[in-house]
């Protein structure tokens, strides 16, 4: 491998241009070549990395030789198949964008790629890479005593306008808990470190996307609801999602509690959406509480401002690509986000959006779906 990792991009919508922004910023990295059907998106990815070769299909940009790894950050239900035509043709080191995939048909077919993919698979779930977050991660235990109650509220902006409307529908989407709540889950299993035994949500459409129409059909996504997932740890946790409460300070707010105290992490929205009148959009926090001696400790974890404009997601999308060319080079050996772990946290997010559409509990296996899902 030479000096400079080349990336083969696949889909260059918001996300993918926010990793072309990133991979910018990473030394010894470039994107060599890039695959985006639409016209427009292609346009603007075009000009965020100018000297990339721009190819028609999946199958043109695997003849470029100078590839080193591939990301997909494609519409969702076009993940599985991309991977497939990659394995066929050359399995590279591989980043995916969450979900891993949309539909429990698709379990077999992963199985398939997974016993035969050769190179790594890293699915991408920036959230674990957002500094506050992290730092949670980092010293939750200790701060807890062991977690026995996981909160994760997120209360944000509605869906973002995307190419042909696909996030807007259950069929391309997977559902709002699998789309958007797969990297609540993952975080549930990391902080946890446990696996979910059973799952109960419910959820609605009350305000956002009634009045669109899309070739006469009204979208059909969830725009709020509640999922509590009980571990083998004996932990339970619990999302709090609502996607029409931009006007809150933060975005995200996470909570661990254990019989030695509490920690929380406080993550604001991307700060375009923040308004110029009210100043300085917040800076991220975590919050140490102790039961004995009782004293919240507040410890502002501010973001590099370069990496807060390369992207939404505080800062995380450029070290999670920083782990991954660390793998891509050799100087790690296995992914931190497996393709399991990416399977596992669309499994929650599948058993939650049954749970919420028949009202029952729904248990989860190993991971999959259970024979009753």
Known sequence: MSATVNYGIIGCGMMGQEHLHNIALLPGARVSVIFEPDVEMAARAARIAPDAQMVGSVAELLEVSSLDCILIASPNHHHVAQMEEIRATRPLPLLVEKPLFTDPQDLQRLEAFRAAYPAPVWVAMEYRYMPPIAALIERAHEATGGISMLTIRE???????????????????????????????????????????????????????????????????????????????????????????????????????????????????????????????????????????????????????????????????????????????????????????????????????????????????????????
């Open 155 to 373: 209360h944000r902006f509605p869906f973002l306008d995307k190419v042909g409307a696909w996030n807007r529908f259950n069929r391309y989407s997977g559902g709002t808990f699998v789309e958007k709540c797969c990297h609540f889950f993952d975080l549930m299993r990391l902080i946890l470190k446990s696996e979910p035994v059973r799952i109960m949500a419910s959820g609605g459409q009350a305000t956002n996307h009634l009045t669109e129409r899309y070739e006469g059909e009204t979208p059909d996504v969830l725009d709020h609801g509640y999922v509590i997932a009980e571990f083998q740890s004996g932990a339970r946790a619990m999302l709090e999602l609502c996607m029409f409460a931009e006007g809150a300070r933060y975005q995200e707010e996470i909570s661990a509690v254990g019989p030695a105290g509490k920690i929380e992490a406080f993550v604001p929205g991307p700060g375009r959406f923040w308004p110029p009148t009210l100043g300085q959009p917040p800076v991220p926090q975590l919050v140490v509480s102790p039961r004995a001696p009782k004293g919240p400790q507040v410890i502002d974890v501010p973001v590099d401002p370069d990496l807060l404009a390369a992207g939404d997601h505080n800062g995380s999308t450029f070290y999670q690509h920083e782990r991954f060319l660390a793998l891509v080079r050799g100087q790690t050996a296995v992914p931190e986000v497996s393709l399991e772990d990416g399977w596992r946290a669309v499994a929650m997010g599948l058993a939650a959006q049954q749970s919420a559409r028949t009202g029952q509990t729904v248990p989860v296996q190993l991971g999959k779906l259970s024979s009753a899902a």
